[in-house]
């Protein structure tokens, strides 16, 4: 007797591709340079908690977003536009959380997933960590060895994002922020 499942399997495949190849041509529009007059401190607008240091995705996005800023501080007016919380989780170890809360041009990092996060990322450390450097686009995802690496592991469901639909202009601007 024939069976239905393999070509549900390969329906769902392509409709998860469809879905990436929209959400990543919305994410990756262009935004317009804003001017730089009265560039804010860096410190002051990435705000991280007493005892970062014991969380390394803390410690790292933290970093990150701290270097964006001083390389970058055109990218502040995309900070300015952001109101979200972003939780990022370790799946490969349960107490290694961050949630990033980008609100009044500020982000608030904060040890641990803090309340329902707009938009939940969840994987293995070196995903989670590599996932900014793959950059923006269907290129970028299909021919590079790290993008398709990322793209089977979302396939897989070893990398799991939630709330981006609901939320998809916060996480173009987060995207825009991080690339």
Same mark, same amino acid.
């Given at each position: 007797?024939?069976?239905?499942? #393999?070509?549900?399997?390969?329906?769902?495949?392509?409709? @998860?591709?469809?879905? %990436?190849?929209?959400?990543?041509?919305? @994410?990756g529009k262009k935004t317009s340079k804003p001017s730089t007059e009265s560039i804010p401190n860096v410190s002051e607008l990435v705000i991280l908690p007493a005892g970062y240091e014991t969380n390394g995705l803390g =410690?790292? /996005?933290?970093?990150?977003?701290?270097?964006?800023? +001083?390389?970058?501080? +055109?990218?502040?007016?995309?900070?300015?536009? =952001?109101?979200?919380?972003?939780?990022?989780?370790?799946?490969?170890?349960?107490?290694?959380?961050?949630? =990033?809360? /980008?609100?009044?041009?500020?982000?608030? @990092? +904060?040890?641990?997933?803090?309340?329902? #996060?707009?938009?939940?990322?969840? *994987? &293995?450390? !070196?995903?989670?960590?590599?996932? #900014?450097?793959?950059?923006? *686009?269907?290129?970028?995802? /299909? %021919?590079? #060895?790290? *993008?398709?690496?990322?793209?089977?592991? /979302?396939?897989?469901?070893? %990398?799991?994002?939630?709330? @981006?639909?609901? !939320?998809?202009? &916060?996480?173009?601007?987060?995207?825009?922020?991080?690339?």
């Amino acid at each position: 007797m024939y069976s239905a499942y #393999p070509f549900l399997y390969i329906i769902f495949i392509i409709a @998860v591709i469809i879905i %990436l190849y929209i959400l990543i041509k919305i @994410v990756g529009k262009k935004t317009s340079k804003p001017s730089t007059e009265s560039i804010p401190n860096v410190s002051e607008l990435v705000i991280l908690p007493a005892g970062y240091e014991t969380n390394g995705l803390g =410690m790292i /996005f933290g970093k990150l977003f701290r270097q964006i800023l +001083e390389k970058e501080p +055109e990218r502040i007016e995309i900070l300015k536009k =952001m109101n979200a919380a972003i939780g990022v989780q370790d799946t490969t170890d349960e107490k290694t959380a961050v949630t =990033m809360t /980008f609100k009044d041009c500020r982000i608030i @990092v +904060e040890n641990g997933i803090i309340g329902s #996060p707009d938009i939940y990322i969840a *994987g &293995d450390l !070196h995903t989670l960590v590599a996932l #900014p450097s793959v950059g923006q *686009g269907m290129r970028k995802i /299909f %021919l590079t #060895p790290e *993008g398709r690496r990322i793209l089977r592991r /979302f396939i897989n469901g070893e %990398l799991r994002i939630r709330g @981006v639909l609901s !939320h998809l202009s &916060d996480f173009r601007r987060y995207r825009q922020l991080v690339k």
